[in-house]
């Protein structure tokens, strides 16, 4: 199975600052047929079920804000969010979807300072 | 609108069985593999079984191959998963999701309570 494990648990941020959530995963999830990452994010909401944000590593799922985005290759992977917004607390998830079975990160959660 | 809705859970003493149901709607419900995801407090995300569009790609986690199983009536527009030898660790609420690329649709959920 392909771990995957996130950076850090939790994060507080500023309004108006910049997030940072890393993910790492124990096998590279880097496709040589189609160069691409099969690497997903994920937002989750209290009392909410997750929600789409990044696939392919770096593409933003429609209707997805622009402050979101994707980067990395191989086995290491960040999202980054430009500049929090209040709407922007959640719990985040990393997911690769190279190979079964399908594993996610921990999740990391994102508070306001 | 894409739309999924899971139904059947409940408390259910270990040993025992149960099925739930996803009902889909908003799109072409056979053009898709659908997932079976459950989470816990403790354990996050954990990805339980998905199938192809017509029934006939099938996969599960090793936690719970053999006890449960995955099916789809696309006549209905519903994805089932029924679930047998019940564990306390089954304990969860399941989520069905929807395959584009990574999982672009979830329901929201029905709790499985599995108690002795």
């Known amino acids: 199975d392909i771990l995957m494990t996130q950076s850090p648990d939790s994060l507080t941020v500023s309004l108006g600052e910049r997030a940072t959530i890393n993910c790492k995963s124990s096998?590279?999830?880097?496709?040589?047929?189609?160069?691409?990452?099969?690497l997903s994010w994920y937002q989750q909401k209290p009392g909410q079920p997750p929600k789409l944000l990044i696939y392919?590593?770096?593409t933003r799922e429609s209707g997805v804000p622009d402050r979101f985005s994707g980067s990395g290759s191989g086995t290491d992977f960040t999202l980054t969010i430009s500049s929090l917004q209040a709407e922007d607390v959640a719990v985040y998830y990393c997911?690769?979807?190279?190979?079964?079975?399908?594993?996610f990160g921990q999740g990391t959660k994102l508070d306001i300072k | 609108e894409v739309q999924l809705v899971e139904s059947g859970g409940g408390l259910v003493q270990t040993g025992g069985s149960l099925r739930l149901s996803c009902a889909a709607s908003?799109?072409?419900?056979?053009?898709?593999?659908m997932n079976w995801v459950r989470q816990t407090p403790g354990k996050g995300l954990v990805w339980v079984s998905r199938?192809?569009?017509?029934?006939?790609?099938?996969a599960y986690a090793d936690s719970v191959r053999g006890r449960f199983t995955i099916s789809r009536d696309n006549a209905k527009n519903t994805l089932y998963l029924q679930m047998s030898s019940l564990r306390a660790e089954d304990t969860a609420v399941y989520y069905c999701?929807?395959?584009?690329?990574?999982?672009?649709?979830w329901g929201q959920g029905t709790l499985v309570t599995v108690s002795s």
């Open positions: 999701t929807r395959t584009v690329v990574g999982f672009d649709s």
């Open positions: 908003g799109f072409t419900f056979s053009g898709h593999w």
């Open positions: 199938i192809n569009g017509d029934g006939s790609n099938i």
């Open positions: 096998q590279s999830v880097l496709s040589s047929s189609n160069h691409r990452n099969y």
């Open positions: 392919w590593a770096s």
């Open positions: 997911q690769q979807y190279y190979s079964l079975p399908y594993t």
